[in-house]
Antibody
Framework: QVQLVQSGGGLVKPGGSLRLSCTTS????????MSWFRQAPGKGLEWVSY????????YYADSVKGRFTISRDTAKRSLYLQMSSLRAEDTAVYYC?????????????????WGRGAQVTVSS | DIQMTQSPSTLSASVGDRVTITCRAS??????LAWYQQKPGRAPNLLIY???TLETGVPSRFIGSGSGTEFTLTISSLQPDDFATYYC?????????FGPGTKVDIK
């Protein structure tokens, strides 16, 4: 069955860095783009970043552009989010997400599987 | 950018009630609309995709409809497990915008 196992959250000071990881199993990793979403405390869901199945197409939300870097490692079946210059407003639970449906390599699809989430807290 | 709105923001209902949540997109998204249920401390759970297709394993009391810019999620007979927050999401573009959510609580 599909599994998305997240790691790497924690407490970091403003201006600091953190790397989130998402190790996947149960599906053909190279067939799907992958995404990160986040949810600030008491708030709704927000898309953060997208990487195509080949890794050649990458998008970021304006709120994280220039500070976050998404990447993927096919051999390790893993997705990453390198976060730097962190701000208090980046405090959130971060979810990695797998799309569902056909042709989800480089188009846009709904999300059928989510990781359990990683808490990122930015505070001095 | 596509904006998504939902109404109501909160809905108080009783077990057995029929409830309807509305989601509107600021521009047409065809049928590229999904509905998720989220409970506190948990990841979202996919209910409906392509506006009206029920995800495998989701009870048939969840019904999605609509296309273009206006969509609805109906729960035909509310069950105790359905008290949660519901989000619509467009996947017509890579911004994957969500509605602000509708919290369904116990009347």
């Amino acid at each position: 069955q599909v599994q998305l196992v997240q790691s790497g959250g924690g407490l970091v000071k403003p201006g600091g860095s953190l790397r989130l990881s998402c190790t996947t199993s149960g599906f053909i990793f190279t067939d799907y783009y992958m995404s990160w979403f986040r949810q600030a405390p008491g708030k709704g869901l927000e898309w953060v970043s997208y990487i195509s199945s080949s890794g050649t197409t990458i998008y970021y939300a304006d709120s994280v552009k220039g500070r976050f870097t998404i990447s993927r490692d096919t051999a390790k079946r893993s997705l990453y989010l390198q976060m730097s210059s962190l701000r208090a407003e980046d405090t959130a639970v971060y979810y990695c997400a797998k799309p569902g449906g056909a042709n989800c390599g480089s188009s846009t699809c709904y999300t059928d599987y989510w990781g359990r989430g990683a808490q990122v807290t930015v505070s001095s | 950018d596509i904006q998504m709105t939902q109404s109501p923001s909160t809905l108080s209902a009783s077990v057995g009630d029929r409830v309807t949540i509305t989601c509107r997109a600021s521009q047409t998204i065809s049928s590229k609309l999904a509905w998720y249920q989220q409970k506190p401390g948990r990841a979202p759970n996919l209910l409906i995709y392509k506006a009206s297709t029920l995800e495998t394993g989701v009870p048939s009391r969840f019904i999605g409809s609509g296309s273009g810019t206006e969509f609805t999620l109906t729960i035909s007979s509310l069950q105790p497990d359905d008290f949660a927050t519901y989000y619509c999401q467009q996947y017509n573009d890579y911004l994957f915008t969500f509605g602000p959510g509708t919290k369904v609580d116990i009347k």
